[in-house]
């Protein structure tokens, strides 16, 4: 099994703000982990670093065969790594569909095009020539989705995608999530919610100041124990 993402020992910082102490995780081919733990306890952080927004003092990580040393922005994406952010961050001024177009960029081509992300998602055709910002935010969650499928990714980064949402929309975005890992995309999902984790993950990291602290696979009985992870 190839290791698509591996941190390994990663300290990372704001500016004299130590946040990741010595942080290991690592993400394989086709896998669905789910990174948690209670609020602020870094897990928006491991992203950040990972794109250069926060900055790497100490440990390794490794995109596919990459060493990358000297994280930016741009770099995960074209090593097949993409993010869904947290807060979404649909350009506002452009299209839903031009939302889309930019996540092609990096030119990777594989299953994913503009007509599929409609059939995933048969709202974003329905408002393809609205401004993007101009949708519901269930309906923007579903176009940061989209915009990075177009990037047709090995894996997919999400940034507590669900937060804020209304029940209905949540079991429509795991449905979705289900959806394109059973295409072969791997997740990395950032959750608060459990119960999403225990539909969609098969492996779950669990954070504590600035590490992870706890792994195990997910079950049936997993429920209570993922709570655990975040109770405050
Ligand atoms: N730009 C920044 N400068 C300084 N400190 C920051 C910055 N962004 C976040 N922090 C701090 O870093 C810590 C980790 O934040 P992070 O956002 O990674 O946590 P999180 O686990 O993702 O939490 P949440 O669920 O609230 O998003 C927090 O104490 C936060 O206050």
């Known amino acids: 099994m190839k290791t698509l993402l591996a941190l390994d020992k990663v300290n990372a910082f704001y500016g004299a703000a130590h946040i990741l102490h010595g942080l290991s995780l690592h993400v394989n081919e086709g896998e669905r982990v789910a990174l948690i733990g209670r609020n602020g306890v870094g897990k928006t952080t491991v992203v950040n670093t990972i794109l250069g927004l926060a900055s790497l003092r100490g440990g390794d990580i490794r995109l596919r065969d990459y060493a990358l040393t000297k994280p930016r922005t741009y770099i995960a994406a074209q090593h097949g790594i993409v993010v869904v952010p947290q807060g979404r ?6 299209t839903v569909e031009e939302n889309l177009q930019l996540g092609a960029a990096t030119g990777r081509k594989g299953h994913w095009t503009v007509p599929r992300i409609y059939e995933l998602f048969p709202i974003l055709q329905e408002r393809a020539h609205t401004p993007g910002t101009a949708l519901s935010g269930g309906q923007q969650q579903m176009l940061a989705v989209g915009r990075a499928l177009m990037a047709n990714p090995a894996l997919i980064l999400l940034d507590e995608p669900t937060e804020g949402l209304a029940p209905v ?12 890992a059973a295409q072969g995309t791997a997740l990395l999902l950032i959750e608060q919610n459990m119960t999403l984790v225990a539909r969609v993950a098969e492996r779950f990291c669990a954070m504590a100041k600035g590490a992870v602290v706890a792994e195990g696979r997910v079950h049936e009985g997993s429920l209570d124990e993922l709570h655990r992870h975040v109770m405050v």
Do not use: H, P, S
Not at 89 to 94: P, Y
Not at 169 to 180: A, K, S, T
């Open 169 to 180: 929309i949540v079991d429509q975005l795991g449905r979705i999530f289900n959806q394109v």
């Open 89 to 94: 961050r649909i350009v506002a001024n452009l």
